[in-house]
C-alpha cells in the first residue's frame, strides 16, 4: 500500500536559524504516521544543515531545483549529482521554475532524467494557468506537460515518480481546486498514465494536489478525488498549519476506522 506523500515547500523563505526554529518546531507539533510520509524542501542553502538536524526516520528532505548537468563549468548551479546523498526527492518542474525562470518542457524533461539518474525520486510539477483553463486547454497542457517529461525514462524508471497537479490559477489564493474538479484532473493524469504504461502502473503512482492546501481542505480532498498526498506551499511555513494538514489526512485516511 503505498503511503499519503505530503511535501512542505519553503520556496525563497527562511535563512538558516528560521529554518532551524522551523524544523524544531515540526519536530514537537508532528506525530509520526506508518501510513503518512513527510517531507521537507528548503532552500539550497539550508539544505545540508537541516539534514544534520532532522530526525530522517520522520521526515524526507527535497531540493527546489538542481541543473540538469552532472558537473562542469555552471557557474551558480547546483547539480543533481550534489545533492545525491543529501535529498529523497527533487521538486522539478514547478510553476515558479516554468514561469520565472523560462524552464521548457525540454529543460524539466531533462532534469527529471538527471534526477533519477542520480537516485533522487522527482515530484514532478504540472498544471494550467488560468487563460489556459478558460480557453479549455487544460487536459492538452498536462499531457504534453506529463508526456515530454517522461519522454526518456523507461517504465521502470518513470514508476518512482510523483506526479503534483497544481493548478497555477489557484496557488496562493487561499481558495484550492474545487474537489470534483480535482478528481477530473487527477483521473486524466492518470489515463496518460495508463496509455504510457499501463493500467496497473497509472494506479500505483502517487498523484499530489498542491495550491492554496490547508488543514479544512484536505478531508474533502482526499475523500474521493484519487489524490495521494499534497505539495504544500505556504502553509508549510507554519508549523501549526503544516501538522494541521498531516493531523487531518490522517483523520480523513481513518475515519470510521478503530486506529490510534
Given at each position: ?5 505530503i ?15 522551523l524544523?524544531?518546531?515540526l ?25 544534520m ?6 521526515f ?21 549529482n ?8 527533487s ?13 521548457t518542457?525540454?529543460v524539466?524533461?531533462?532534469?527529471v ?16 494557468t488560468?487563460p ?17 517529461a517522461l ?23 487561499g481558495?484550492?481546486?474545487?474537489p ?17 504504461y499501463?493500467?496497473?502502473?497509472a ?58
Open positions: 500500500m503505498k503511503k499519503l506523500l511535501v512542505g515547500n519553503w520556496k525563497m523563505n527562511l535563512n538558516t536559524q528560521e529554518a532551524s526554529l524544523v524544531h518546531r519536530h514537537q507539533h508532528i506525530k509520526t504516521h506508518r501510513d503518512i510520509e513527510v517531507v521537507l524542501a528548503p532552500s539550497l542553502l539550508t539544505l545540508q544543515p537541516i539534514s538536524e532532522i530526525d530522517r526516520r520522520r524526507g528532505l527535497a531540493s527546489q531545483n538542481a541543473y540538469f548537468v552532472d558537473e562542469g563549468a555552471y557557474t551558480g548551479e547546483v547539480s543533481f550534489m545533492l545525491r546523498e543529501l535529498v529523497d526527492y521538486i522539478i518542474g514547478h510553476s515558479e521554475r516554468r514561469r520565472y525562470f523560462q524552464e518542457l525540454e524539466v524533461r531533462d532534469k532524467a538527471a534526477a533519477v539518474r542520480n537516485g533522487i525520486t522527482p515530484i514532478l510539477c504540472v498544471g494550467e488560468s489556459e483553463r478558460a480557453a479549455g486547454e487544460t487536459q492538452r497542457v498536462i499531457h504534453d506537460q506529463l508526456t515530454t519522454h526518456n525514462l523507461t517504465p521502470e524508471e518513470a514508476a518512482n515518480v510523483v506526479v503534483a497537479y497544481e493548478p497555477v490559477w489557484a496557488i496562493g489564493t481558495d484550492p481546486e474545487k470534483d474538479d480535482i478528481k477530473k484532473v487527477i483521473s486524466w493524469i492518470r489515463h496518460i498514465l495508463s496509455e504510457l499501463g493500467e496497473t502502473q494506479g500505483e503512482q502517487r498523484v499530489l494536489y498542491g495550491a492554496s492546501v490547508a488543514p479544512e481542505f484536505v478531508r474533502d480532498i482526499l475523500k474521493n478525488t484519487g489524490v495521494d498526498g499534497f505539495l504544500v506551499g505556504g502553509a508549510s511555513l507554519n508549523y501549526q498549519q503544516f501538522a494541521g494538514i498531516v493531523d487531518s489526512a490522517y483523520a480523513a485516511l481513518h475515519e470510521g476506522s478503530d486506529h490510534d
